[in-house]
């Protein structure tokens, strides 16, 4: 499967009557987008209203509580849309081609009780540590209606769905838009990979998704990837949309829509394919809560490596504390398969530094990448300006009582912030 | 004002004398000795070595306490910003030396310490309790250990935040510390990956806890009745090294017969061993590999048999790895020739 | 080495001078020596005295091999 994607770089965004890209300028009609979101029957249930800000690298701005972060993209050519079972038609992509808007985001943000969202600063020590300080952000902050606390799965939904929406329009604008650089994508069938690269190891890329359920969920194709076997996606899918995040647990290790559109290991592995490696596909397998879901799940990891003939498998984690035996049962049984395995994940060392940083662990793994420890304690200097509120930097996952300092300063776990240990291997951040 | 350091090296820095002067007690000696002048260099002025402090490596191993007093009063006394102990390199009792002392040093006078040392000396076991500068396995390595143990001495010296282990050149102390690294995490993976792939080395960002111990066996219900084989990494073999066991970093193991031999002598057997006084062990070898006490316990009933075959290498700077592939492969020999019991002595 | 020995199922007595460092390769019975050149000897002394003493560390061996330890146990001379 061949994916072409057109990169139309976005320097800056506008509010303005209309709603247009125009020389990496993004004009955007705050009232047009809005009109957009509410044609969805689920977000007129439980979104009251809907603010839009822009915040911009460097500026002194603090986002937050962040849900998640979404690059627009919008597909120009070949079957099926962006998001698809959830805002396109459920139908395969990952060919053709795809614009994207890059060096911007949509992040949506807002009053969110109880959920685990995180901090982006745009500029200031904490900037450092999240990937989002460096892009243009569109901020959608969503008000709930009266009664959303018991309902936060279907409120959680509707902002979800509102994010991807928005993105979408967005993404739209820039469907008939030159992009200033192009790039291919493309793996080969079984068959084809053996005859084209017939020197080269085999690669694939276990891509663990979230799917705890209480709020911890990661889609494919619009499926509930709890209730999903472990299965086979062609890398160039993901870049379409193919996997988003519905995910509420801690800030600085979830997979956001935009990293999984963007995932630094997809990138990695077509960088070194045909050169290196045969990037042979993506094996996406869940984190669920029951033994026998993580057994089943990690038979199915080993026993697919196992049967795409594999020499190598790069496993990525979402979140930490149970995943992390997830991790390591599919490490342990997928290196027992004889196919050797790198893991990424990120630590939990306590503030000192001082714990064992994952709660399993086994000789096995014995080659390992690491985001850092999310534990580190960080201070956040006052913002000038807060898009979303305050309100809730107490209690997000790394947050305590007394985190946001009577001075406006904020003292807390690096957890807070979103992407900061990213266990896809998106930052340079790393421990030892 | 400059930052004063006291220093502490073996009897072979200080120039004394290598083996045969293992055994020299403590002395204080004024300002920088030997190794000390690249770290003098290196700081520059910002920091100085007020004092050297020698010690035989032998005579530190033996006499511990002593030692410990001496040099713990000396620089208690000294008053210095900072305690430097070698780097030791592949030495394995002078590395312990260093860790020990430089962790009473540490303990007792809570003055900070900084030693230098390879991975695997065993003095590199106290790493989590002393910073240990990781160095080459051998002193041709100074050159590039000074300039990492001076610029982290003056770092700790002056107060300032110590980075990561990667980025400061100390061991992995158990404490993780963030860092941004060049490349970003997925693309380390993939290079890791790679490497792995081909077999090539690579280091792994979070080496897994290691839980490796290994639970007693069962004890030997009856001696009489015991076959009981000897072992040893103190290098005796038959004189003359039939099989040219390397007197440091063995690449090997010997395996020999003393069926019907009584008695060790200096005619028949001597140490292969580098990193020990060999005078005593050539003289007598039994006073490594015990053959003529076993022997005489045989004959007594007192044990059942002493092994038909010794097994034996050099402990002296051969790798971790290696020791174990060694013991790995004789102690499957010594299951199938029905042995019930094994001493192992060291030197 | 000797914790090679132990895994293959051979109970193994270390007899060694810096037991701190036997301690951290995992040994689990350990009779501490005389001295790193002659762990099992001392030449001080006369060929009788030293024999003597010799025969009473590989005595302590023994009893260590012939005693159930739990953990790392230093068997004192």
Not at chain 1, 252 to 261: F, S
Not at chain 1, 322 to 331: E, H, W, Y
Not at chain 2, 173 to 189: D, H, M, P
Not at chain 3, 6 to 20: F, K, L, N, S, W
Request: contains cysteine; proline residues 5%.
């Amino acid at each position: 499967m061949k994916l072409e994607l057109g990169y139309i770089q976005i320097k800056d965004i506008q509010f303005s009557k209309e709603c247009k890209v125009d020389n990496g300028t993004l004009y955007v009609d705050p009232d047009a987008v809005k009109a957009y979101l509410y044609e969805d029957d689920d977000v007129k249930a439980w979104v009251k209203d809907f603010g839009f800000d822009i915040a911009k690298p460097g500026e002194s701005v603090r986002i937050t509580p962040v849900k998640d972060v979404i690059e627009p993209r919008v597909k120009v050519e070949g079957p099926g849309g962006v998001f698809p079972g959830v805002i396109s038609k459920v139908e395969t992509v990952g060919s053709g081609k795809t614009h994207v808007l890059r060096g911007m985001a949509v992040v949506t943000a807002g009053k969110i009780v109880g959920f685990q969202e995180g901090i982006i600063d745009m500029s200031g020590p904490g900037a450092e540590y999240t990937p989002f300080s460096k892009l243009n952000n569109l901020v959608v902050v969503a008000e709930p209606n009266e009664g959303y606390q018991d309902h936060k799965h279907e409120y959680e939904h509707a902002v979800r769905i509102a994010g991807l929406r928005a993105a979408t329009y967005i993404g739209e604008l820039g469907r008939s838009v030159t992009p200033d650089e192009t790039a291919e994508f493309e793996t080969y069938g079984i068959k084809e990979g053996l005859e084209k690269l017939p020197n080269l190891p085999r690669v694939a890329y276990v891509h663990m998704l979230q799917s705890q359920g209480l709020l911890h969920d990661t889609y494919v194709y619009g499926v509930d990837a709890k209730r999903s076997l472990t299965t086979i996606l062609c890398p160039t899918e993901t870049m379409d949309g193919a996997i988003i995040s519905g995910n509420c647990v801690s800030a600085c290790d979830k997979n956001t829509t935009y990293h999984h559109q963007n995932n630094p290991v997809v990138a990695n592995l077509f960088a070194a394919h045909g050169k290196t490696l045969n990037y042979v596909c993506n094996i996406i397998t869940n984190e669920n809560v029951y033994l026998a879901d993580k057994q089943r799940s990690s038979d199915w990891t080993a026993k697919l490596c196992r049967l795409l003939d594999l020499d190598g498998a790069l496993v990525s984690q979402e979140g930490f504390g149970n995943p992390d035996t997830d991790l390591i049962m599919n490490c342990k049984k997928i290196e027992l398969q004889g196919v050797k395995t790198v893991i990424i994940t990120d630590e939990y060392a306590g503030q000192d530094g001082k714990s064992q940083s994952l709660a399993d662990a086994d000789p096995l793994a014995d080659a390992v990448v690491t985001g850092g420890n999310a534990n580190e304690v960080i201070i956040l200097p006052k913002m000038d300006k807060v898009i979303g509120t305050l309100d809730y930097v107490d209690v997000i996952a790394g947050g305590h009582a007394g985190s946001l300092r009577p001075d406006g300063t904020i003292e807390a776990e690096l957890q807070v912030i979103t992407g900061a240990t990213n266990e896809m291997g998106f930052n340079r951040l790393s421990a030892r | 004002m400059s930052y004063k350091v006291v220093h502490y090296i073996n009897q072979f820095f200080a120039n004394i004398g290598g083996e045969e002067m293992a055994h020299v007690a403590p002395e204080l000696r004024e300002g920088f000795v030997g190794p000390g002048m690249a770290l003098n260099t290196a700081w520059k002025g910002e920091a100085e070595i007020t004092a050297t402090i020698v010690c035989g490596d032998s005579y530190f191993a033996e006499h511990e306490a002593d030692a410990k007093e001496k040099v713990l009063a000396w620089v208690k006394e000294q008053k210095p910003d900072m305690f430097i102990a070698g780097p030791a390199f592949n030495a394995g009792r002078y590395g312990y030396a260093c860790a020990t002392i430089a962790n009473a040093v540490q303990e007792e006078l809570g003055i900070p310490v900084l030693t230098g040392m390879y991975e695997e000396n065993p003095g590199a076991d106290l790493k989590n309790k002393v910073l240990i500068v990781a160095t080459a396995n051998s002193a041709a390595g100074m050159r590039k250990a000074a300039p990492v143990m001076a610029k982290l001495a003056l770092k700790i010296m002056k107060g300032e935040k110590i980075g990561a282990s990667a980025e400061e050149g100390y061991m992995p102390n158990g404490i993780r510390r963030n860092f941004f690294e060049k490349e970003v995490g997925a693309k380390r993976a993939v290079d890791m990956l790679i490497a792995k792939l081909s077999d090539k080395p690579f280091t792994t960002e979070y080496p897994m806890p290691s839980f490796d111990r290994v639970a007693p066996n069962k004890a030997v219900k009856d001696l009489s009745k015991a076959t009981i084989a000897l072992c040893t990494s103190g290098g005796i073999v038959p004189k003359g090294n039939p099989d040219h066991i390397e007197s440091s970093s063995a690449s090997h193991y010997g395996e020999y017969s003393i069926a019907g031999v009584d008695d060790l002598t200096a005619e028949t057997y001597e140490t292969a061993h580098g990193g020990y006084d060999p005078v005593y062990a050539n003289a007598d070898a039994d006073r490594v590999l015990p053959v003529d006490i076993l022997r005489e316990m045989e004959r007594e009933g007192k044990i059942g048999k002493l092994h038909d075959f010794f097994y034996t290498t050099v402990g002296n700077g051969t790798s971790v790895a290696n020791a174990k592939k060694f013991a790995a492969e004789y102690a499957q020999k010594l299951l199938q020739a029905g042995v019930h019991a094994v001493i192992m002595t060291s030197t | 080495m000797v914790k090679e020995i132990e895994r293959a199922g051979i109970p193994v007595v270390h007899m060694c001078t810096v037991t701190p460092i036997s301690m951290t390769v995992g040994a689990n019975r350990i009779v501490p020596t005389i001295a790193i050149p002659h762990p099992l000897g001392n030449p001080a002394l006369s060929l009788e005295e030293e024999k003597a003493i010799r025969r009473k560390l590989v005595e302590r061996a023994l009893e260590a091999l012939t005693t159930e330890v739990d953990d790392q146990t230093i068997f004192e001379v």
